[in-house]
Each structure stands twice: as C-alpha cells, then as structure tokens.
C-alpha cells in the first residue's frame, strides 16, 4: 500500500500558492454590480474628497484672530450655497453642517460651544484651536492619489467612495470558473431517496455554499463513481474550469481511485498528505489543459468536517490568489484562551471554538469526529496549532481565525501553525 509522504500544514499552503497562477482577464461592471468583485486595475482620485473646505458641524465660520469675542453674524450659509467672501474684523458665519466655508474664515464652533448666541451675535469661547470643525480640501482624498489598489475585494466602503467620485463602471477580474465534485457510489444527492447504507450529499452543497459566501461561483458538476476508468473519463470532461475541488477518493482504501485517475488527465501533485489533524489525505497540483492553462485541483478527504475545514484554511487562500486577490492570507486575531484542551503535538491541529467577547472558547473540549458537521455549526472561529504544541491552557493568548474573515487589505502571514 503506498504511503503519504507528508508535507507541514504551513507547508502544504505555500507550496500550493506557489503553483497557484493568477488569472489575467478582465471585464468591465456597472458600479451596482460590483460588490464582491477583484479590482483588475488600480483606481486614481479624480475629484477631491471634499471637494471643497466645509463645515463639519452646525455653527458659526470666523477668523481665528477674534477667538475669545464678540462677533457679528454677518449671514447664514446652508448646504449647496455659494457664498461670497464678506467677512469684516470681529465678525462671523452662521453655517450649516456640510456648507461651503469661504476662503475668509479659518474656524468654526459649534453653536452649543458659543457664550452667548443672538440673532445678530455670537460671543466665541476661548481655546478654540485654530481649524478646529473645518474640513479641507482634499484632505480625506487628493485628486490624483492612488484610491484604491489592483487586487482589492471591494467592499460597500469601496462602493461609497466610488460612488462620491462619480465613478460607475469598474475594471474587474472575471469570476473563476469551480467545478465541485463529490466520489463514492454511496452518494445520493438531497433530493434523492436514500437506504441506511447510503449518504446525502453534505459535502457538495456545504463546499458550494462556503465558496458563494466569499465571492466565487461554484458549479455542482455531479459525482464520480468509484471505478477507476469512469473516474478518468468523468475527469476529461473538467479541462475548462479553472478550479476542481473534489472530496473523497484520496486515502489509501481499495476504492479510492481519484489521485490515479487524475494523474492519468495531466495532474501534477504538488503534495499529497499534510501532517495535519483533520485533513491527513488533501492533495492540490496543477492539470495542464490546452494553450498552456491550467486547472488547479483541490482534493479534499471525504469526511464533512474535513472538507469544510481544509476548504476554508487551505483552498480560499488559494482561491484568492488565482482571482487577483492582493492580499489573499487569512486575516487573523489574536484570542485569550477561555479553556484548556489537548492536542495531539505530532501534527498540527485545527480547533474548532467559538469567540465570544474577545476569548477562544474551545468546541466539545475538542474532542470531535472528523464525519461530525454539527461541531462547525457550533463554532464561529478556529485556531491552528503548530506541531510540537499539546493544546493551551486557559489564559494562552492563541491565533485566530474568524470564519467571517475575508482577506485584510494589510497584509499579514498565513496561519501556517507555527505558533500558538
């Protein structure tokens, strides 16, 4: 029987990054339709944020000079005014939030701050610094700055600022194209009758559902049956997606015929076996296809959690990376503790836990088997520890990852398990 030859879990993740090729075409999208997507190009500042110097608050606009005062209130500026600069010794603008502020006053109070507030004056308080609730210029965006870089996710933060510039149709990466694939003759889809020897179909609509979150479009494209030449010709039939993530086929059982039967397409293994608990079996490598393209392919165990799990830790960030993604690691927090739990320090280990208030709270004391989907549902975040590491004890500060976590716009290093 052979055996896997297996690679750390850190790894594992940057040996499949590095055979990862970053996809180089691009469409253009309507701004309403751009949520989610890769910028393909980077985006320059075309009008100044603000635009012009405005009031940050209701108040009154004066020059510096007469702080401590009485001044006259000379007229009343509102939003969308263009007011002319009239402004005398000791006297002031009533100005609404949002208003233009002419070139003649430097400062503004709010009118809660003031002394004493008539219609036709305003005593000013004293230590009001000089600027003080004037917004200038450019000074959140500067016309011709970078704004946003290649590779970013955009986010509604992104939308709104786009959409302040005047900006509505971006340059983006065109979606991957991912083919999910499930093995075994016992598989039967939701819909399906199914006896007591027989499996519903977890894997297939879990993995398509944990991909649609993070912004890719996944395709159901069935199950391969456990017979090796219907492997290999079910396999064929793939060469035009970018992606194939499969589960199941990959150990070392008489029926598991996948690694063969992809080899037999083309499939060059980057690593087959990751000294990880769970997720021993995950094997990635490229499959040539015609003109040079590839697909990339994700084998991952058949056990549920496992898939799930890998998935998340081990193909997203590659994912990411292929659709032009920046910064395509994990981002991660740093967590206390809340209870102790073991780990085996042979391999790495992925726990599972739930952060509540800024603690790790560990999922069934860690204790779980890798078949189980109920424990991720449970758990809203996982930490992985390095080998050589036991577990942790209450108060250990530990790394983690949320699994609402998307990809941080600072770059920070993967959670490979090298430290707790």
Request: with cysteine; net charge negative.
């Amino acid at each position: 029987m052979k055996k896997l030859d297996l690679f750390s879990f850190g790894d594992a993740l940057e040996l499949a990054l590095s055979g990862t090729k970053v996809s180089q075409k691009s469409e253009i999208v309507m701004i309403n339709d751009a949520l989610g997507r890769v910028l393909a190009t980077s985006v320059i500042c075309r009008k100044n944020l603000p635009s012009f110097d405005n009031s940050a608050m209701d108040g009154f606009a004066f020059k510096h000079i007469d702080v401590g005062g009485r001044v006259d209130i000379v007229s009343t500026i509102f939003a969308g005014d263009t007011p002319t600069e009239a402004l005398i010794e000791q006297s002031c603008y009533k100005i609404m939030t949002g208003a233009k502020v002419p070139n003649d006053a430097d400062t503004i109070v709010p009118i809660e701050d003031c002394i004493e507030v008539t219609k036709e004056f305003v005593i000013l308080p004293e230590g009001i610094k000089k600027g003080s609730a004037l917004r200038k210029k450019g000074e959140e965006q500067a016309e011709g700055s970078v704004l946003f870089e290649k590779g970013e996710i955009l986010t509604p933060a992104h939308i709104a600022i786009l959409s302040a510039q005047g900006i509505v149709a971006l340059e983006v990466y065109i979606q991957l194209c991912i083919a999910v694939v499930s093995t075994g003759d016992e598989i039967r889809e939701p819909w399906e009758s199914s006896s007591e020897d027989e499996i519903y179909n977890a894997n297939a609509f879990g993995i398509n559902a944990l991909l649609e979150k993070f912004g890719f479009e996944p395709t159901y494209v069935g199950a391969i049956p456990d017979d090796l030449d219907s492997s290999v010709e079910f396999i064929s039939q793939l060469s035009s997606y970018d992606a194939i993530v499969t589960t199941g086929g990959i150990s070392m059982g008489d029926a598991d015929f996948l690694e063969e039967a992809f080899v037999t397409n083309g499939l060059e293994v980057l690593f087959h076996g990751v000294n990880v608990k769970p997720g021993r079996p995950t094997m990635m490598g490229t499959m040539r296809k015609r003109c040079e393209d590839e697909s990339f392919v994700m084998a991952m165990p058949g056990n549920p959690l496992t898939a799930m799990l890998n998935i998340f830790l081990l193909s997203l960030p590659v994912l990411f990376k292929m659709q032009g993604v920046a910064n395509y690691h994990h981002s991660f927090v740093y967590a206390k503790n809340a209870k102790a739990f073991r780990a085996n320090p042979k391999r790495a280990n992925i726990v599972l836990g739930d952060m509540i208030d800024g603690e790790f709270h560990v999922t069934r004391d860690n204790k779980y088997g890798s078949g189980m989907l109920t424990p991720m549902y449970e758990s809203n975040a996982v930490a992985v520890l390095g080998e050589g590491v036991d577990g942790a004890v209450e108060g250990d500060v530990i790394k983690v990852v949320l699994f609402d976590s998307t990809p941080s716009s600072i770059k920070n290093k993967t959670i490979n398990g090298e430290d707790k």
